[in-house]
């Protein structure tokens, strides 16, 4: 046993798939310590909040300021200002107006606005110019002239008494506050999904339902497909014809479509994560039974077994004691493969709608679900897919290594 | 040793009509077809066999490890009932087994000490303070040459071929069967390990008095250890007898043919006598 | 005196293990077979006789691992030929193999005939193919075996007329040393009978100049070659003529092999088996002196120290034991 368990983490496989699947594992536990709370909690209004940090505008008003006189801050306050397609309608006006734009880039701020003050007249009409462009550039001209002349911003209050309009205070353009100083700041490394919530706590919380669901899976399909592999192939006979004839039924079945319907019919309201794990489990049994009986009849006849047998040693301990410890480790190896493809099912059929009722715990396919019905993947927000699918990804090869690996200690024609 | 006077002794097992047919489908093998035997108490019978003569097949039968299609066995006189659980093992009290591969006959997940308990406990001594086992487990051991102190937390697997082979006796020392059935027991193991099988299976008999049925291919294995001897040809015994009566003065043509054919030391061995 | 076919001196091979253990399984073997004559090796399993059979091909392949000695062919030495080399010019013509499980090598899906025709073009792509039919047919007449099988496939034959086969289509070049090691132990006696038959007729008939034939049945082996030799732990403890062997045994281990001997013969019964305590040595790590020594009952201290050379006696014969010929006799003679 401890000579096993030496050779299994010899095998690079194994130790690369269980150092992938621990720090899973690990972040399962840890996440939720530093960062508690409910994953579904809604913490923003809008839907597909960026990733990064949130500093609460209110409290910044409040916050004692500190002045640093930076060279390149009205740079960087209008290179923000500025955006891609502004920069754009400004070099067209000023090709339009014949301005001479040799040696200007568009992303060079300093000297584009330099040519801009110098040349923009809102009075020039250029040809072929609607209206409506005209005050375009108008309303852009102004927000620069305002954003580079203002030196302070005024915050004003109404006074609840007076119902008059007071200054509270003067913000400077030189005024800086420590991060650390506000109140309210918000860290969301994978922002928010469409109903605003959490997308890294949920991730970590989906990661845990879905393994869950896939052990429940992995735990009922290698149950009976162990059960009646063993029957099958031990008592032979009537016993095998009867339990391969079902087999061999749920096999020429595709397992996915039955899966579908059993979802389907159960209806929305009694699909809990539980209950689809069953599910998946009852339906993915079948090739754990086909291998297991093989395993069996060719143990059944061994030398071992009859010894057994002559010992008066009962049906049970027989198979408890001489047959399944043979076969525990390639039990094992189904196992982690059950799993893993549990965790796949059950992102497939939540991707379709059929997965977990919605609105009690996240999982990775109804991450997945929301993500397309919301049409994450069209408007750009990444973070709302990417990082589950690439969990999915890292869960099932971790598994699958961590299976090659055992292959490879426990079948002697694969060992070099 | 050899027992001249053993035909007058009681019967230990016999059988009549005793067969064995496979059916798959609609195909009907027949492995062993109506034999009949009678092995008294303390004889030491070789059956010899070819691979495919049935003689697995039939040692199988004898064990109750398999149904027979036909006849019926007696053991000891009476009509053979192993119909239930309880009866099987009454019987296989007195009927035990040493197999062919001594690697694959050993659960690997037993510890040596397993193994022999196990023994103790199924002849009712359960009860007994462990001292007690220790002890009767230290002189099986030490009847096949085994120290039972270096046994102690080892594998089966730890040991070589034959050492198992002879903790297979010991477990036998133990079990005190009144038949014990040897498959092929010396066919894995080398040459010089062989000896010493054979000379403790032979001590066994004479301290334990048990009946030794030893089923071979080795015709040469069959005649220096064996009483009597039956020849086994397709699932049918051929010719029966006291060992020098067979192989010396053959009678059915088979058994001629299987003489012939086996190298020889002492008298020529004819090669053009090859039938084609 | 008649040509020299093979001639082995010192050949020294090893196993690499996976974790880099050297494991010398045939440790100084030098032997020798003239034409016309047949070697036998005697020992028990794991002793290297089935190790110097490969080893004797010159086609290493890991973890098996050529280190040193020469092996020569009818004058040409082959050991450190690149293994190519040895598949194109040596195996076949020079040298063929037969292993237990031989009959199990054919391809299923193909006739006997194309085998005969893969090996001739082997060597001669450039053969007919009705040349080669020809031939072929004409050997199998030769060897007895049925003209029809060559049409057929190898499921079709019976166990023990499919190691025949291969055994006719291995030597159909005509090799100058055929090595079968353990042709006919996974077969009835009948079978065997019939195949060390073909075997003797093909060394009658000239199709091969001599035999090195591997088995640990000893009446078998006295029945089927001329001379034996004994291995134990990768070494040759002894050699002789096949009848001085079997009855006049010098070296300790020999003698409890022969004496182990079962045949079906009147007399046999009142025989006294020898028994040998104990295992052989890990080759990983060989005893220092004589291999034997830990199980032999005639050792003494001096026998785990003094490493032994072969020692020659009474014209062709050699053993390797610390104690002379002359006290081992007298020691014999006395325990009967």
């Not at chain 1, 972040?27 to 923003?44: F, S």
């Not at chain 2, 109506?34 to 303390?42: A, I, L």
């Not at chain 3, 020798?32 to 080893?55: D, N, P, Q, W, Y």
């Not at chain 3, 047919?137 to 190691?163: C, I, N, W, Y």
Request: hydrophobic share 40%; net charge neutral; charged share 20%.
């Amino acid at each position: 046993m401890k000579n096993t368990l030496r050779q299994v983490f010899h095998s690079g496989k194994f130790v690369a798939g269980f150092c992938i699947f621990a720090f899973i594992l690990l972040m399962m536990i840890i996440y939720p310590l530093i960062n508690p709370g409910n994953p579904l909690e809604r913490i923003g209004v809008g839907t597909f909040a960026k990733p990064g940090t949130y500093v609460s505008l209110y409290d910044t008003v409040d916050t004692e300021t500190e002045t640093f006189k930076l060279a390149d801050a009205d740079d960087k306050r209008l290179a923000k200002i500025l955006s891609d397609s502004d920069r754009v309608s400004m070099v067209e006006w000023l090709t339009q107006a014949e301005v001479d734009l040799t040696g200007v880039s568009m992303n060079d701020t300093e000297k584009l606005l330099d040519l801009w003050h110098a040349n923009y007249d809102d009075s020039i009409r250029l040809k072929g110019m609607t209206k409506a462009q005209r005050n375009y550039y108008v309303r852009l001209n102004n927000s620069l002239n305002n954003a580079s002349k203002a030196d302070t911003l005024t915050v004003t209050d109404v006074d609840p008494d007076t119902n008059e309009v007071v200054e509270k205070t003067k913000i400077q353009k030189t005024d800086y506050v420590n991060v650390g100083d506000v109140a309210n700041t918000k860290t969301l490394p994978l922002g928010t999904d469409n109903f605003g919530r959490d997308v890294l706590k949920e991730l970590v919380s989906a990661c845990g339902t879905s393994i869950m669901i896939g052990l429940i899976a992995g735990l009922v399909a290698t149950f009976i497909g162990l059960l009646l592999g063993l029957l099958a192939g031990y008592l032979g006979g009537v016993a095998d014809d009867i339990i391969m004839f079902i087999t061999n039924i749920f096999t020429v079945i595709p397992s996915f479509v039955l899966l579908i319907l059993i979802s389907y019919s159960l209806g929305q309201d009694q699909r809990g994560a539980t209950t689809v794990a069953i599910v998946i489990g009852l339906t993915s049994w079948v090739w754990t039974t086909r291998s297991v009986r093989s395993q069996v009849i060719s143990l059944r006849n061994r030398d071992h077994v009859n010894l057994s047998k002559l010992s008066g040693h009962s049906l049970m301990r027989i198979i408890m004691t001489d047959i399944l410890p043979y076969i525990a480790s390639y039990v094992v190896m189904a196992f982690i493969l059950q799993v893993s493809s549990g965790i796949l099912a059950e992102a497939q059929l939540s991707l379709l709608g059929l997965g977990p009722k919605t609105t009690e715990v996240p999982t990775l396919g109804l991450m997945m679900n929301w993500a397309m019905l919301y049409s994450a993947h069209l408007n750009g927000s990444w973070w709302a897919y990417f990082p589950v699918i690439l969990t999915i990804a890292g869960i099932s090869f971790s598994m699958n290594l961590m299976n090659t690996g055992l292959d490879q200690v426990f079948n002697p024609t694969l060992r070099d | 040793m050899r027992n001249e006077d053993i035909s007058s002794r009681p019967l230990c097992l016999s059988g009549r009509g005793v067969t064995k047919i496979f059916t798959t489908g609609k195909t009907r093998t027949v492995a062993v077809d109506h034999v009949d035997f009678e092995f008294h108490e303390g004889e030491l019978i070789s059956i010899v066999g070819e691979s495919g003569s049935g003689k697995t097949t039939l040692s199988k039968m004898l064990l109750g490890l398999l149904n027979i299609t036909e006849g019926e066995i007696l053991f000891q006189g009476q009509p053979r009932d192993i119909s239930n659980m309880h009866k099987r093992r009454e019987y296989w009290r007195g009927i035990q087994a040493i197999f062919q591969d001594p690697f694959s006959s050993f659960n690997v997940f037993n510890k040596i000490d397993t193994v022999l308990l196990d023994c103790i406990n199924m002849r009712g001594g359960k009860r007994l303070p462990m001292e007690k086992k220790i002890e009767m487990m230290t002189e099986a051991c030490s009847f096949v040459n085994l120290k039972f102190a270096e046994l102690t937390n080892k594998y089966p697997f730890e040991l070589s071929g034959g050492q198992m082979q002879r903790l297979m006796i010991a477990r036998i020392f133990l079990l005190k069967p009144k038949i014990l059935l040897a498959d092929e027991p010396t066919s894995m193991i080398d040459a010089c390990s062989r000896a010493t099988i054979l000379d403790m299976l032979l001590q066994l008999r004479d301290e334990v008095g048990m009946t030794i049925i030893f089923i071979t291919h080795d015709i040469g294995l069959a005649y220096y250890i064996s009483d009597s001897v039956y020849i086994m040809e397709h699932g049918k015994f051929v010719e029966s007898g006291s060992a020098d009566d067979v192989i010396l003065n053959p009678k059915a043509a088979y058994t001629k043919r299987l003489i012939s054919d086996v190298p020889k030391i002492y008298e020529p061995w004819d090669l053009n006598t090859v039938a084609q | 005196m008649s040509k020299t076919m093979l001639e082995v001196k010192g050949l020294t091979t090893k196993y690499i293990t996976r974790f880099h253990e050297d494991v010398y399984a045939v440790d100084h073997v030098s032997l020798k077979i003239e034409e016309g004559k047949s070697l036998g090796i005697a020992g028990e399993s794991g002793c290297g006789k089935s190790t110097l059979a490969l080893s004797l091909m010159g086609y290493y392949f890991p973890p098996l691992h050529y280190q040193s000695g020469d092996i020569i062919i009818d004058g040409k030495n082959i050991s450190g030929m690149k293994p190519d080399d040895v598949r194109k010019n040596v195996l076949g013509t020079e040298i063929a193999y037969i292993p237990q499980a031989a009959m199990n090598a054919l391809n299923p899906t193909r006739k006997i005939y194309k085998f005969i025709e893969d090996v001739v073009k082997a060597h001669d792509p450039k053969q007919d193919e009705k040349t080669i039919l020809e031939m072929a047919k004409s050997r199998f007449t030769e060897l007895g075996l049925p003209l029809d099988s060559l049409d057929k496939h190898a499921v079709e034959l019976s166990g023990g007329m499919k190691q025949r086969v291969v055994i006719a289509i291995s030597t159909i070049l005509k090799p100058k040393v055929l090595i079968a090691d353990e042709p006919s132990s996974a077969l009835d006696v009948t079978s065997q009978k019939m195949v060390i038959k073909m075997l003797r007729d093909m060394m009658d008939r000239g199709f091969i100049k001599s035999m090195i034939f591997i088995t640990h049945e000893l009446p078998l082996l006295y029945n089927v070659t001329d001379n034996i030799m004994v291995m134990y732990a990768g070494q040759i403890v002894e050699r002789g003529s096949a009848k001085e062997m079997v009855f006049d045994p010098i070296h300790p281990y020999s003698r409890g092999l022969m004496k182990s001997i079962l045949v079906p013969e009147e007399g046999m019964r009142e025989h006294k088996l020898a028994a040998i305590p104990g295992t052989p040595p890990n080759l990983k790590k060989p005893p220092q002196g004589c291999r034997f020594a830990e199980r032999c009952k005639y050792a003494v201290p001096s026998c785990r120290f003094n490493s032994l050379p072969m020692i020659e006696f009474e014209g062709e014969r050699g053993y390797r034991c610390g104690h002379s010929v002359q006290h081992l006799r007298e020691v014999y003679q006395h325990e009967e």
